[in-house]
């Protein structure tokens, strides 16, 4: 039951008769997954041992079950009995779970460790080996275009619509180039990361749950110092930013730029980079909806129909000598089954939880934080939070544990740190190339009233979500989508990789 995909009880006897019949089968069949064959092996243990109990019982015990009706037991009720009283492998406490720590003198200063690393690391100015020279058939027009508004000091509001290996992100760079007055944004970590940018909601003080509010007293006057040589703002990724989000940068800007606050988006240009093809916005609308809703999102919609001018790249840069077809001629690849633990002692790390239902509340209510992570060394796992955008830190980072910090022997329910050596991080690190992760909290208002969650910001990630790859360029994927229930799911996958023969189907197991 734990090892096939199964809707009705009876789909798991296939052509046999009973279960029994249907689970021998399957052991024999040569597909059966690591963590099972332990299964069975303590399974034959228990029932060795249970069976030389059962031989010492008395008599009597035997005569008075004998005199009651016994109650019809299903199959698969059985084997959810035998397989209930097998302990977790590997859970061990007697572990030395405060052993990690003594090899990192520093471990004290772990919670800190991000933070005084973006204070004292100077932001690099911005470098690239782009340029306009380069530059072809749409792209160039875009640039020209760009530049005479640039040099004319008037405002503009453009489309630049692309496919998928069309050039977009050499273009933003090329119009970086253009000068300090030029900010890049998008609305993930990940795509902002990607572009060497900022997010919406980090730059332009966007709320990420909750009410949008307006600034005010100091916050405001810093966030217009921060914005005030700002002509053009760029944005990347715009199928997946909702109309609400388009009327909160409106309303933004308008605050960013007060001499200005009656023109839209405070008379500064923006430039709408993306592709409509791919993913949508998960909680929102598309900025091109007309459906009535909030006046946020009403907003959002004014300001997008003063987008008037758009140009689309055609030319592929990327997807050369590549057919989607040659995706459905390849042998799709099989998964093993292999346990995310490698042996390895496993931490059951759980959250902590404050205020009324806090425990129950929803993982997004809770910033993306799990209520219980299982992690061990060499595990792949996924950051849920930004951290530190500039340097990789993001939510959707990829990464391996190679140490878990406690401080006590005994382990409480939270470590001290997790160690983690992230693919594409370009910040500091402590001695062994790794960085601190510690927990975080979050929180949120519910009926109840004031929740928090005090949780590590990471999560089991052997695969990753499709949405979480949108932006990426990978070297090799292996896809498999299951059930499209988004337009472009399967589009986003597929353009990951750089050349169409780089992807590969996940075989159904």
Request: with cysteine.
């Amino acid at each position: 039951m734990k090892c096939k995909p199964f809707r009705d009880i009876n789909e798991l006897k296939s052509t046999y008769d009973t279960l029994t019949e249907a689970y021998a089968e399957f052991l024999q069949s040569g597909n059966v997954p690591r963590s099972l064959e332990q299964d069975i092996f303590r399974l034959q243990q228990h029932r060795s041992s249970s069976a030389t109990v059962l031989d010492k019982e008395d008599s009597s015990q035997d005569e008075q079950q004998q005199n009651q009706q016994p109650r019809a037991q299903e199959e698969w009720m059985f084997i959810c009995q035998r397989t209930s009283e097998l302990e977790p492998v590997n859970t061990t406490e007697e572990h030395d779970w405060a052993e990690a720590a003594r090899s990192y003198s520093d471990i004290d200063n772990a919670p800190h460790f991000i933070a005084q690393g973006r204070q004292n690391t100077t932001p690099t100015p911005f470098t690239t080996s782009a340029t306009p020279d380069n530059l072809h058939g749409r792209q160039l027009d875009v640039y020209t275009t760009v530049k005479q508004h640039f040099e004319s000091n008037c405002q503009e509001q453009l489309h630049i619509n692309g496919t998928a290996g069309t050039g977009k992100s050499y273009l933003i760079n090329c119009l970086r180039l253009l000068g300090g007055s030029v900010r890049v944004a998008a609305p993930t970590g990940v795509a902002s990361f990607i572009i060497e940018g900022r997010t919406l909601h980090s730059l332009l003080h966007l709320p990420v749950r909750g009410d949008f509010k307006e600034m005010e007293g100091s916050n405001l006057q810093k966030m217009q110092d921060e914005m005030s040589s700002t002509k053009y703002l760029i944005i990347d990724e715009m199928s997946i930013m909702g109309r609400k989000t388009l009327g909160m940068i409106d309303r933004r800007l308008r605050q960013a730029f007060p001499g200005k606050s009656q023109v839209v988006f405070g008379g500064c240009s923006i430039l709408l980079f993306g592709d409509f093809g791919q993913l949508p916005p998960a909680i929102d609308l598309p900025i091109y909806s007309t459906v009535t809703r909030s006046d946020l999102s009403d907003q959002g919609y004014k300001a997008h129909s003063q987008f008037e001018t758009a140009f689309t790249l055609t030319q592929e840069w990327r997807y050369y000598n590549g057919r989607l077809d040659h995706l459905m001629e390849q042998t799709p690849i099989r998964v093993q089954d292999q346990s995310p633990y490698c042996g390895h002692p496993i931490a059951t790390i759980k959250a902590v939880p404050t205020g009324a239902n806090a425990a129950k509340a929803p993982t997004d209510d809770a910033g993306g934080l799990e209520p219980v992570v299982m992690l061990a060394r060499s595990a792949v796992v996924m950051l849920t939070s930004n951290l530190w955008v500039e340097v990789g830190l993001v939510n959707g980072a990829m990464g391996t544990v190679e140490d878990i910090c406690y401080k006590e022997t005994t382990r409480p329910h939270l470590p001290v740190a997790v160690m983690v050596r992230f693919d594409r991080y370009t910040g500091p690190t402590v001695h062994d190339g790794t960085v601190t992760i510690t927990p975080v909290r979050r929180n949120w208002s519910s009926s109840g009233g004031r929740c928090s969650c005090l949780q590590l910001p990471l999560k089991l990630a052997l695969a990753v979500m499709i949405l979480k790859s949108q932006g990426l360029t990978l070297d090799k994927v292996v896809i498999g989508v299951g059930k499209e229930f988004s337009c472009g799911l399967t589009f986003v996958a597929c353009s990951r990789a750089p050349r169409v023969v780089g992807c590969r189907g996940l075989a159904k197991q």
